[in-house]
């Protein structure tokens, strides 16, 4: 029991040396890391505006600077596998988000059976990403890769990637079927 409590006391030095013990990321902290970036994002879009980036180009910079710096600022936070797993699917929710923006935006801008094809690009992705998904899951499993909390953070961590990219293809064609690139 004194080894034991010895560890424990040893280990929150430890952490503690390093910064503070991960903290669960509450839907208050969650809103005060929202605040923080948007005070970064202010003075981004100044920068950009100085460089007279293409504003397109700005909105897009400053959703996903958004979202990486959610991410990050989360993590920051709570380091644990759990919290950094929780990160990633939050991240993909906000990605998930913008994907859904530009979508309605190339949307608007697309004539006749062009939406159609848009309509039916993005079905097929939908069907991609869920298979995708389930073979992310299957590889993860005890059976393959030996499961575990690294496994659940592997998942997250490609499950953002997946959506971020969908994401990123839905802007650029937007960008360019508006010819803002």
């Known amino acids: ?40 994002i202010s003075v981004l879009k ?13 909105e897009f910079t400053l959703d996903t600077f958004s979202v990486e710096r959610f991410m990050d600022k989360w993590v920051e936070i709570d380091y644990s596998d759990l919290g950094m797993r929780d990160a990633g699917y939050e ?39 869920d298979n995708e998904i389930k073979l992310i899951e299957t590889i993860s499993k005890d059976d393959y890769a030996g499961g575990g909390t690294m496994q659940q953070l592997t998942e997250a961590s490609q499950y953002v990637a997946l959506i971020k990219s969908r994401a990123v293809a839905i802007f650029n064609d937007f960008a360019r079927a508006t010819q803002n690139y």
């Open 91 to 129: 991240g993909a929710k906000l990605y998930d988000s913008l994907l859904n923006k530009y979508y309605k935006k190339l949307m608007a801008v697309l004539k006749g059976d062009d939406k159609k094809m848009l309509i039916q690009a993005q079905k097929a992705w939908l069907v991609f990403r």
């Open 1 to 40: 029991m004194k080894i034991a409590l010895t560890t424990f006391c040893g280990l929150l030095v430890f952490m503690s040396s390093f910064g503070q013990i991960p903290t669960e990321v509450t839907t208050e902290l969650q809103k005060k890391i929202v605040q923080d970036i948007e005070k970064e």
């Open 46 to 58: 100044q920068q950009l505006e100085k460089e007279k980036v293409n504003p397109v180009e700005i």
